[in-house]
């Protein structure tokens, strides 16, 4: 698999974002974005293999889109990154069947890490980042962490961004960067 045709997805909640995205309504519109998204790195990008760490329902959501576009156009592939082997023990039993669901589904399976760590977080997104030559950034109103990842990632790589901002406002933002320049 060619690097330069592969993307990693990461997503940044803020610990407030559970309470936003528990709203169906404002949750299926970020997904929305999320699939235009996936589709327009597929199409415009050429994006063939896709990386998503497993660890919030968005990822989860994430995947299962993935998988979805998969069956549609052959050729794609889903590296499914496990950040550490126990994550889905305290899981709802819902959540962890479509954990494994996805699991059973993916082309590649990456566990980093074999117990809990604190940094487990930073570790995934070192990972993500290296993976790839793209990465498409969700962050529900964590844009202060999403600035501090972009830094992160080399300039050679294409970063598209997709923000939900502080509650109030319904407005979605979708940028799409070479690194410096943003178009809203």
Not at 39 to 63: G, K, M, P, T
Not at 99 to 123: G, N, P, V
């Amino acid at each position: 698999m060619e690097k330069s045709r592969s993307c990693s997805i990461i997503g940044l909640l803020s610990k407030r974002s559970s309470l936003i995205l528990e709203d169906q309504k404002e949750y299926y519109k970020l997904l929305k974005f999320c699939i235009l998204e996936l589709i327009r790195l597929i199409e415009e990008d050429c994006a063939v293999h896709f990386i998503v760490c497993l660890e919030y329902d968005l990822s989860l959501s994430i995947a299962e889109m993935i998988l979805e576009l998969k069956s549609r156009r052959p050729g794609l592939t889903l590296e499914c990154v496990i950040p550490y082997e126990t994550i889905s023990d305290k899981w709802t039993i819902r959540k962890r069947d479509r954990y494994f669901s996805i699991m059973e589904q993916c082309d590649i399976e990456t566990m980093l890490l074999t117990s809990y760590r604190r940094d487990y977080k930073a570790r995934c997104n070192h990972y993500l980042i290296h993976q790839s030559q793209s990465v498409l950034l969700i962050d529900v109103e964590a844009a202060d962490r999403a600035d501090k990842v972009i830094k992160k990632i080399d300039e050679t790589k294409s970063i598209s961004r997709i923000s939900l901002p502080l509650a109030g406002s319904s407005d979605y933002t979708l940028r799409n960067s070479s690194h410096t320049s943003y178009i809203e």
